[in-house]
Structures are given as structure tokens and as C-alpha cells.
């Protein structure tokens, strides 16, 4: 087995136990906590408690009822705004030991081609796709590209089995 090939599994290995690793963060700080729970309880409600409201209306709805959908609307937005708040704490900590995490990485893979990549990226991405590599070839892929097209992808599939 090329060694090349052992640091693309190798990558692809990392950003799976990374992307556990982030959402078991995000299911200790957000996922399984009574506040989390309640308040997306709470929108799922007011979501649908309000659908049902605008059904109903005819356009000859009075201003009262109007002003009812719009307090409700507010109350929903206002609690959107909380949830994203109760997220906004795994946030920062998955982003400090991503930063932490990254920069180990960077070290070990510094300088070193762990792919190939089957088409010449565009110019924009170049600098990112051959980051600290040696040569002209802009099909060698470098460990931060291959990282984030594997986080990127493993990462989603994960958040949508573990999200309820």
C-alpha cells in the first residue's frame, strides 16, 4: 500500500473520529439539555399552532386577528433566537478543538501530497487544495483540502442520524 494512499485513510479516518467527536460536544452542551428540549418543543408548536391561524384567516380578517398572528410570529422568532443561542455554546467549544486539532494536523501532514485529485481545481481553490506543497501540479491535493471535503461530507450525514 503507497503511502499516499495510507494518509488519504488515514484522513478520511480522521474526519470521522473528528465529526463524533463534534457532535458528541453538540449532544452533551445542547442536544440532551431540558432547556434544548423545551425550547424546541416550544417552536414546533407555535409553528404549527400559527400555520393553523393563517389557514383559517380570510382576507376580511380584522386587525385584531392580525395583530394576534403578528405577536405570535414574534414570539416564534423570539424563541428561534433562543434555541440558536442554546447552540452557540457547542459551537465555540467544537471551534476551539477544532483549532487545536487542526494545527497538530497541520504539523504531521506539513509538505506532504495524500492525493490526487482526478481534475485540475478551480484557481480560487488552488491555494487552499495545494497548501504547503512543493511543485507545480495542482492536481496534489494537500491534507486541509481532503480534510474538508471529508468533514464537510461525513459531518452532514452524521448531524441528520443523530438529530432527532
Known amino acids: ?4 494512499f495510507a494518509d ?10 473528528t465529526a463524533l467527536l463534534a457532535e458528541g460536544i453538540t449532544w452533551v ?6 432547556k434544548y428540549k423545551r425550547l424546541k418543543a416550544e417552536v414546533e408548536k407555535q409553528s404549527k399552532k400559527l400555520e393553523k391561524k393563517k389557514e383559517t384567516i380570510t382576507e376580511s380578517a380584522g386587525r385584531q386577528q392580525k395583530k394576534k398572528i403578528e405577536r405570535q410570529e414574534e414570539k416564534l422568532k423570539n424563541n428561534n433566537r433562543d434555541l440558536s443561542m442554546v447552540r452557540m455554546k457547542s459551537m465555540f467549544a467544537i471551534g476551539f478543538c477544532f483549532t487545536a486539532l487542526m494545527g497538530m494536523f497541520n504539523s504531521i501532514f506539513d509538505g506532504r501530497v495524500v ?7 478551480l484557481s480560487y481553490i488552488q491555494g487552499l ?6 511543485g507545480d501540479d495542482t492536481t496534489d491535493c494537500s491534507f486541509i483540502f481532503l480534510y ?8 452532514q450525514d452524521l448531524s441528520s442520524l443523530t438529530r432527532d
Not at 492525493?115 to 481545481?121: G, I, M, Q, R
Not at 474538508?148 to 459531518?155: A, F
Open 115 to 121: 492525493a490526487k485529485l482526478p481534475f485540475t481545481p
Open 148 to 155: 474538508i471535503l471529508c468533514t464537510m461530507s461525513i459531518r
Open 1 to 4: 500500500m503507497s503511502t499516499m
Open 8 to 17: 488519504t485513510l488515514l484522513i478520511v479516518f480522521i474526519s470521522v473520529c
Open 29 to 34: 452542551l445542547v442536544y440532551r439539555t431540558d
Open 129 to 134: 487544495s495545494h497548501r504547503n506543497l512543493l
